[in-house]
């Protein structure tokens, strides 16, 4: 997709948004963030520790992960949904240059909703049971395009059956009860993409969906963002909507990044152990009747903490002894970023071949 | 909704039936019984028997009860013993003052307890919060008669500020007059705004008295349940639209947070009515709870059943129109 005429797009179908200089660097920098939560009388947790990543307008990018290793956290924290007390927040996270950390509440409040946009996990309790779909989706657009009740409606509607939903001035009427999962799913996406954001971050939006309904929101995410150009953040544990979906993938581990690598070179030849370990427990079709998973040993609960070495080492099979001693960096490893001290190893000259073709 | 209600009323049939039979054992069973309250030092057998005739205690109590349901159905309680007055007359008189003592109580509860709640809340573990709480707790566990008397006695007797008894100052507004026995509308709608404030200041001190426990309630609920939903997913979501905090608070947490607060509401209402009994009669203000302490001192059973009976029939209509808002304001019960 063509940056350029996401612009266009933007410009001319949002109108009355504040004039923007030119500004060609990445959409989204997200450097060296770092959220630590403080309680009074426990030690403090950091959840995320030095993230750094950056999307480019209309770029898919995966953020990739166990559950507690940071990454919905890492997005709440680009919105700036964190609670105010017992969290500390360091770094800086950047949209088309503007530093967000330390941003006033009134500043956040304009940019979220209107240049950035989240999509939760649940959508069975992430609308409001007890106002209409219609009040949901136009209040935004109340709030940051300034139109009227029946503009709004005009446009709710509109946006509705974008997203695939039937007969939807009916639905505006409609309580989030009287809707099933998928359905609400897609009118939160709806209210989200109301303002046409320039990001767009989806937690898990599938995770509590059924499988069918899964394949459909992915889809319908994939052409909603080519056709607006809005750039996406994906987060997720479920490898298989990375490759469907994303242009880039950051793995993380323990509240760091462990792998950051284009789709392809990721999927085809993944060097760090815990992205290799990461892809071989998806169970494949294609496997012999019966052939035994193969998991990832251990649970995210058995880390060893970032300062006395690789917090995977505990779970690893390649460690070697620098893993309990001390923390590899993120190195440039071909088209990886990896964070390893015994990688795996590099892909065969083929394949390197093929990659460089693609 | 219809059908709904219907089969709510459907419901009082055996709740009055019950009570019925609870109250005409138990008003028998207090000791002395109506003939010596009416007679005192007099009271010899011959009178006493003479009086037990005349309003037909003499007769078995089965015959006492089928003819009280006969004509409890009818609406006919009997008159009062003490006064002479039919019960059903009585009541009526004195609903209107009952009504506006439990007016000026729940407005002091609701309108005070649920922003008290909802700031306990979003200053959660603060200074406001703990207070709030304690203060709530002291104020479910004062006695009603208790605090009444402390009020009366420190903002009427010894500061002078407010009126101790009554309903109106009676002297000052002797012609005063009152077409719907509510004595501030009545002042308003007959063109004395003088009566009308009179009569409004002594609604003060009853109606703290008579609001607190409902407040202290309403007050914990409301700080428990906005604490429950702030902290839920669509809360999150409107924050992620960036909406106007104002926005997010009216049409977001306190929309979710009040549906507790209407139901536990509603369950005052009882609360506030049999709460007028000792109100009442604490602050000498002339309504149902006094009228009905009297009754109870006098043995005057017509007037103990029928005004009981007509408060339970009150309670669960109210009960049942607080069902129906909580429709209003909660789709998910609608549809049902």
């Known amino acids: 997709m063509g940056t350029g005429t996401s612009e266009e797009l933007d410009l001319g179908q949002a109108p009355g948004r504040p004039g923007r200089t030119a500004y060609d660097g990445p959409l989204l920098a997200v450097d060296d963030l770092s959220v630590t939560f403080t309680r009074r009388g426990r030690r403090d947790v950091r959840a995320v520790d030095g993230v750094s990543f950056a999307i480019r307008p209309g770029e898919t990018v995966g953020l990739v992960g166990e559950s507690g290793s940071g990454k919905s956290v890492t997005a709440l924290a680009v919105m700036g949904l964190l609670p105010g007390r017992g969290v500390r927040v360091g770094g800086s996270v950047r949209l088309e240059g503007e530093e967000l950390l330390g941003a006033s509440d009134d500043r956040l409040r304009d940019l979220r909703g209107r240049e950035m946009a989240m999509v939760f996990q649940d959508p069975m309790t992430s609308l409001n049971p007890v ?4 009040v949901q989706v136009t209040e935004v657009l109340r709030r940051h395009r300034d139109m009227t009740r029946e503009q709004a409606s005009v446009e709710a509607a509109s946006l509705l059956r974008r997203v695939g939903i039937p007969d939807p001035v009916r639905r505006l009427k409609d309580y989030p009860h009287q809707l099933s999962g998928g359905m609400r799913q897609r009118a939160l996406i709806a209210s989200a993409l109301a303002c046409r954001p320039r ?3 989806c937690d898990e939006p599938t995770t509590a969906l059924d499988v069918t309904i899964q394949a459909q929101i992915l889809d319908l995410l994939r052409q909603l963002v080519r056709e607006s150009g809005t750039a996406l953040l994906m987060i997720t544990h479920d490898l298989g909507v990375v490759a469907g979906l994303c242009d880039t993938v950051h793995v993380m581990y323990s509240g760091r990044v462990v792998e950051s690598a284009p789709r392809r070179p990721l999927f085809g030849s993944p060097r760090h152990p815990y992205t290799g370990g990461l892809l071989a427990s998806i169970p494949r079709l294609d496997a012999p009747r019966g052939a035994p998973l193969h998991p990832i040993q251990g649970s995210p609960n058995d880390t060893i903490p970032w300062e006395t070495g690789c917090a995977f080492a505990p779970r690893c099979d390649h460690r070697v002894d620098a893993c309990t001693t001390s923390a590899p960096a993120l190195e440039v490893r071909g088209h990886a970023s990896v964070r390893c001290w015994n990688p795996l190893p590099p892909p065969g000259r083929t394949a390197a071949a093929q990659e460089e073709d693609a | 909704m219809l059908r709904f209600a219907v089969r709510r009323l459907m419901q009082l049939v055996p709740i009055l039936l019950g009570l019925s039979i609870l109250l ?6 207090l000791p002395g019984g109506p003939a010596v309250a009416l007679l005192g030092e007099r009271a010899t057998p011959e009178k006493i028997a003479q009086i037990n005739r005349l309003y037909g205690l003499d007769r078995p109590w ?9 004509r409890a159905v009818q609406l006919n309680f009997g008159s009062s013993i003490r006064t002479q007055r039919p019960v059903t007359e009585e009541f009526l008189r004195l609903f209107p003052a009952t009504v506006e003592l439990s007016l000026a109580a729940g407005i002091f509860a609701v309108g005070l307890g649920i922003p008290l709640g909802y ?3 979003r200053r959660h573990t603060t200074l406001l919060d703990n207070v709030s709480v304690t203060g709530s707790l002291i104020g479910v566990t004062v006695p009603v008669f208790f605090l009444g008397y402390l009020l ?3 903002f009427a007797v010894k500061l002078g500020w407010l009126p101790a008894t009554g309903r109106q100052d009676s002297r000052e507004f002797l012609d005063a007059v009152h077409p719907t026995g509510f004595y501030v509308l009545d002042g308003i709608i007959t063109g004395n705004p003088a009566a009308a404030w009179d009569a409004a200041k002594h609604l003060i001190l009853p109606g703290i008295a008579l609001g607190t426990i409902p407040l202290a309630i309403i007050t914990r609920i409301t700080r428990a349940s906005v604490l429950d939903v702030v902290h839920e997913d669509y809360v999150r979501t409107a924050e992620a639209k960036g909406l106007l905090k104002r926005t997010i ?3 977001h947490v306190l929309r979710n947070a009040m549906l507790p607060v209407i139901t536990v509401t509603g369950l005052q209402v009882g609360l506030l009515l049999s709460g007028a009994v000792l109100t009442e009669t604490v602050f000498a203000f002339d309504g149902v709870g006094r009228f009905l302490n009297l009754a109870i001192s006098n043995r005057d059973f017509s007037v103990i059943q029928g005004f009981i009976l007509i408060i339970a029939v009150i309670v669960v ?6 069902d129906i808002a909580y429709g209003l304001v909660d789709p998910r019960v609608r549809a049902r």
């Open chain 1, 199 to 201: 990001l767009l971050i």
């Open chain 2, 24 to 29: 005409f054992f138990w008003v028998r069973a």
């Open chain 1, 131 to 134: 106002v209409s779909i219609g």
């Open chain 2, 317 to 322: 209509v109210v009960n049942l129109l607080v």
């Open chain 2, 249 to 251: 608070t009216r049409r």
């Open chain 2, 62 to 70: 089965y015959e006492q009860y089928l003819s009280f349901l006969e």
């Open chain 2, 119 to 121: 700031l306990a809340a």
């Open chain 2, 152 to 154: 009366r006695y420190a």
